[in-house]
């Protein structure tokens, strides 16, 4: 066998092993579930070499400290000024390398990236905070602060030795974090939707029954419009009508009859007559029909101006009047059903308009889930999986 011939069977042997797992999204949970006990498995590998990273610190610390706070920086010959500042800032530097390790061993040690996070929050907080005190202590102690500073320092070479060896797993971690993530995203996405779709199918439901309910009330009238009492109640309505507009029309004929100058010319001295004249020649329909021109009559009485054919167009406009009076209609069933229909007419308008805003929440929804699937189809690659569409 040639050598090329070796490495395409050893290229052979690399696909064989790097094979493309498929799925379906309906099992990402059990694939999940599954690749997280491989990951723990890891996880926990990792964790250990921290964990025994912290346990080194603490312990190097406990002896730093202790022969810091055995330092008697009275014996040093300088300004006591300068010892006194030395003195303040190097025991506010012991309090914040104490609570710097103290806040380690109080990390929560289960999930290596969270840790790793954590121990570099906590490095930095400590850095800014101590950093001036740490300074003004190293103006007459060099050597023991230098020791702490180093330890510190190593711990943290140490760790992120651990992480580039282990570069892989915490790349796979952070992926697998956000697929967890995403896939937690979608199922709520989709929970809402559900919801969505509940909605729109409720106003469907409402605007069905409402649009029943219109027909049956449509249908009523039509049957309403056959009886004979509401032939008869039109027949009436029609002759009320009638009547009206003939009064209007013999209104009209008395106003035109009656000598408005003469009346002026009359009573133009006198204020409460002149103004009743001015009501009846600005609205005259509405001045008479106002107490059934009265006012007018007396005037024209005492005017003397009232003569046969005006008191004969007064009795029969006053018969007319009477007999408008004397009519009851009674109520239209019609029209309050058609107040009916105007109002769930209203009600389907706006439960389209519920449907509408629904609608585009679904939509949008619908996109973001898509976007999100694809997300997950990318980080999957990173595990070599694939999903069946």
Known sequence: MGFLDFLKKLAKKEERE???EKIEFNNIDKWILTKEKEIEKDNQKVLDLIKDEIDKIVNNLDEKISVL???DVDKVKFEDKVKFIVKENLEKYIKYVEKFEDDLEKLEKNNVIKLVNNINDLFSNFQKKSSLNFQKATILIGKELGAIRQSIGAFLTNIKKIINKNKDFFDKIRIFDSIKEKVAEKKKIEKLRVNINKNIEECNNKIESLEKEIKGIEKNI???????????????KDEIENIKEKFAKEIYKL?????FKSLTNF???FEKEMNIIKDYKKNFRGAFENNNGKEI??????????NDSLKNKINEILEIKQEIDNFVLEKDEIEELLEKIKKKKIEIENLNIVKT??????????????KITDFIKEDLNGFN?????
Do not use: A, G, P
């Not at 679904?362 to 973001?368: A, I, S, V």
């Not at 999986?385 to 569409?389: L, R, T």
């Open 255 to 259: 106003r035109e009859i009656i000598n």
């Open 267 to 269: 009573y133009h001295s």
């Open 18 to 20: 790097i094979k493309t």
């Open 69 to 71: 706070e055995n330092v």
């Open 385 to 389: 999986v694939e999903i069946n569409d």
């Open 297 to 306: 009559i007396q005037l024209l009485n005492e005017s003397k101006l009232i």
């Open 357 to 370: 805003k629904e609608k585009k929440k679904d939509e949008k929804f619908n996109k973001n889930i898509i």
């Open 222 to 236: 039509e049957n309403i419009k056959k009886t004979k009492s509401y032939i008869e109640k039109n027949k009436k």
